[in-house]
């Protein structure tokens, strides 16, 4: 028994940054937690940021990630726990105080300055020369593609420049850190495929290290170096984006980055170099002890665990299968085309569907046949996820 | 009789307005009345008139503006009239004699003097608390806040006699009643007490209202960039508060000097007031002059207020 779970600890990644992990973390958030009188938005919660990275925390609405924002930004303070930057105890230290910059949701320009007096005003707040601020407005305007802004007022402004300005006024002050909440939400589509890459480069070309808070996981997925899961005032996750996809640490993640189907499993045998599991209408699986899983065997008990396939991962076929895949017959039914893909809706033998994401090839095949025809759904086992169905058991805890 | 199916044919085969200014279509010679045109399109806003063109509807409004503009015009009017006995009810001739005997009137004039420091002092105060009132009730949660609210709103409430008698009551106990022989402006300082009593929770509701409007990120903002807490609240809250500030002021300027109940109660023989000394000189006769010192005071109060309306409407 004790082998095996060696054997799955050992099979499981370590997420650290792309930064040698010999570097000091730049944020360090120890333990926090943060009540609002008897509302508990952030439980027991502790990260790490390291210096350069794009790091972006995720969740849905209502999961704390913008109370983590201000309590790094000061605005707040932590109930229990403590925050460090640069090693040093920032937990009381005021917003003022602190090498730290944030990029507000409403991007909150004042309106009744210029462009250049916005993003001068925290080196106008520091006294520094006249002539040097003008100076370093310039480069900073250049740098957000806003040179010649200078005189304009916000209300010429729009949605997009205006982000802008409030992005000059806080990369101006060279912070440690900079935080942004909900940088892309207020944006159009288009505008904001492109100030997404935009962003990125930014960061690229300036060095300094980004925290940035969002709700929409494709997101965090395309700007961030390491993503942080938050649901409830708990971290779920920290991984690098891919890791968060292949290997969800519990069922929450995996259904919220992407989509997944999860099967319940009913029973988990522990053998030497496998887990039996009884899974609900798969049968019985045998897991590899090579796979690496979201949960350690023997931790949660029967019924405690799911077994998670996203439908990228699923095949439609009419007539064989590879032997060692997963199977589940059923009829076709639905073709939704996408253009490259499909998403194939597979009416099971129970009542239930399982929708699987087809290519082009497969798509046509499948129209030829039309609905109703019997086919098997299809998957390798590898592509398979066990995750813990309870938040408690789930090892995303990283220090 | 409107024919919908016309009306668009009748808009292309053109249409005159009418007296009102009403769009009526004309179809085949018969005038028709298009019913889309009751409601305001584009540039004519839609006046009183246009809502309907019932004739009780236009009555009723007329009488109400009669009824409480007639007295007012008339006291105006008659101010130009050349009158010195059996009160000023007829109409004897055009004279502007009487501006100039009020503005001789040695005791009338140190009234309107009083009258102005008092409003001026009023004002300063009642808009520094009012905005400090304001900014607290809209920053910070604390237990007994709906209490405090309330204090705050009570001046306005309170029937301004009750209000007289009370502020009396506490000037007599507390002995500043005998300040009538201090020096000015020292004097005023019950009087100015009491206006800043009843003006600064109509300056705290005015900025409040201003306040309504503002983004909090912004002052956080200031303060991320580096501001203490004052230099938040001077860069960016006070330059949003302005139009509100400068509307306080106007108003509280303008109850101050109108007022006439609490000052009555607060005021001693050294220190009269433009409202009070105006109604201690109708008690004797009443001439030409009162209504020439009364069209004065109107007039005042109509710019002071004109300019309040036009700044808040140019603000942001």
């Known amino acids: 028994m004790i082998a095996s ?5 050992q099979a499981a990644s370590t997420d650290a940054p792309r930064t040698p992990a010999a570097v000091e973390p730049l944020l360090s958030i120890e333990g926090v937690s943060k009540r609002f009188g008897a509302v508990e938005v952030l439980v027991d919660l502790s990260l790490t940021v390291a210096p350069g990275e794009i790091f972006a925390l995720l969740g849905p609405s209502g999961c704390g990630k913008s109370t983590l924002l201000r309590l790094v930004a000061g605005f707040e303070t932590p109930s229990e726990g403590r925050i460090l930057l640069d090693g040093a105890d920032v937990t009381r230290v005021a917003p003022n105080r602190r090498p730290v910059n944030m990029v507000f949701q409403s991007y909150a320009v004042f309106p009744h300055m210029t462009v250049a007096e916005n993003v001068g005003y925290g080196l106008t707040v520091d006294r520094i020369a006249r002539d040097e601020i003008d100076r370093r407005v310039e480069e900073a305007l250049e740098q957000v593609q806003l040179d010649g802004f200078a005189a304009r007022r916000p209300e010429q402004l729009s949605g997009g420049q205006r982000q802008r300005v409030a992005l000059a006024r806080a990369l101006i002050k060279r912070p440690r850190l900079l935080l942004l909440d909900e940088p892309l939400s207020a944006l159009d589509a288009k505008l904001r495929d492109a100030m997404r890459l935009e962003l990125v480069k930014l960061q690229e070309s300036v060095g300094i290290t980004f925290v940035i808070v969002t709700h929409d996981q494709s997101e965090a997925l395309a700007m961030a170096d390491r993503v942080a899961v938050l649901e409830g005032g708990r971290l779920r996750q920290v991984a690098r984006p891919e890791t968060l996809y292949r290997r969800p640490a519990d069922a929450f993640v995996a259904d919220f980055i992407g989509t997944v189907h999860a099967f319940p499993v009913r029973r988990i045998a522990v053998e030497s170099d496998s887990l039996d599991l009884e899974v609900e209408r798969l049968g019985t699986l045998s897991l590899p002890a090579t796979l690496p899983s979201g949960c350690l065997p023997g931790e949660q008990g029967d019924d405690g665990a799911v077994l998670v396939v996203r439908p990228e991962h699923i095949g439609v076929a009419t007539g064989d299968v590879p032997a060692d895949h997963v199977r589940l017959s059923g009829q076709l039914g639905d073709i939704a085309f996408q253009g490259d893909h499909s998403v194939v809706e597979i009416a099971l033998g129970d009542g239930s569907a399982l929708s699987a994401v087809v290519d082009e090839h497969t798509t046509d ?26 938040a408690s058991a789930s090892r995303g805890k990283y220090p | 009789m409107t024919l919908p199916g016309r009306i668009g044919r009748t808009a292309r085969e053109g249409c005159r307005h009418d007296d009102d200014g009403m769009r009526v279509g004309v179809l085949g010679g018969e005038p028709t009345l298009a019913t889309v045109d009751v ?47 059996g009160g000023n009810v007829i109409w004897k001739g055009f004279t502007t004699k009487y501006y100039g005997k009020a503005f001789g009137n040695e005791e009338l004039m140190i009234a309107f003097g009083n009258s102005l420091t008092i409003a001026v002092l009023s004002t300063v105060a009642s808009v520094v608390l009012g905005t400090l009132a304001a900014v607290f009730l ?40 005998g300040v009538g022989d201090a020096i ?42 580096g501001a203490s807490e004052w ?43 433009f409202p009070v000394k105006i109604y201690s000189m109708v008690r004797f006769s009443v001439t030409p002059e009162i209504n020439a010192a009364s069209t004065v005071l109107i007039l005042m109060t109509l710019v002071l207020t004109f300019l309040a309306l036009r700044y808040q409407r140019i603000a942001p």
């Open chain 2, 231 to 273: 230099r938040a609240f001077r860069d960016v809250l006070i330059p949003h508060l302005r139009p509100g500030i400068v509307a306080a002021a106007l108003l509280s300027f303008t109850l101050s000097l109108d007022d006439f109940v609490v000052t009555f109660f607060t005021s001693g023989p050294g220190t009269v007031t």
């Open chain 1, 365 to 390: 095949a499948l129209q030829k046949v039309g609905a109703g025809t019997p086919v098997t759904a299809h998957w390798s086992i590898a592509d398979m996820n066990l995750l813990p169905r309870d």
């Open chain 1, 5 to 9: 779970r060696d054997a799955f600890r």
């Open chain 2, 39 to 85: 409601v305001s399109r584009g540039d004519n806003p839609a006046g009183p008139f246009d809502y309907s063109r019932k004739w009780s509807l236009r009555l009723v409004f007329l009488l109400g503006t009669v009824f409480l503009y007639v007295p007012i015009v008339v006291l105006i009017v008659f101010s130009f009239n050349d009158s010195r006995r």
């Open chain 2, 184 to 225: 000015w402006p020292f004097n005023l300082t019950n009087i100015v007490i009491a206006h800043i009593t009843f003006s600064f929770p109509f300056a705290a509701m005015v900025i409040r209202t201003r306040l309504a409007s503002f983004n909090p990120e912004t002052a956080e903002a200031a303060r991320d960039l």
């Open chain 2, 138 to 177: 809209w920053r910070f949660r604390f237990p007994l806040k709906s209490a405090v609210e309330g204090l705050v709103t009570l001046p306005i409430v309170i029937p301004e006699i009750c209000m007289g008698v009370a502020l009396a009551m506490f000037f007599s106990r507390f002995g500043w009643q």
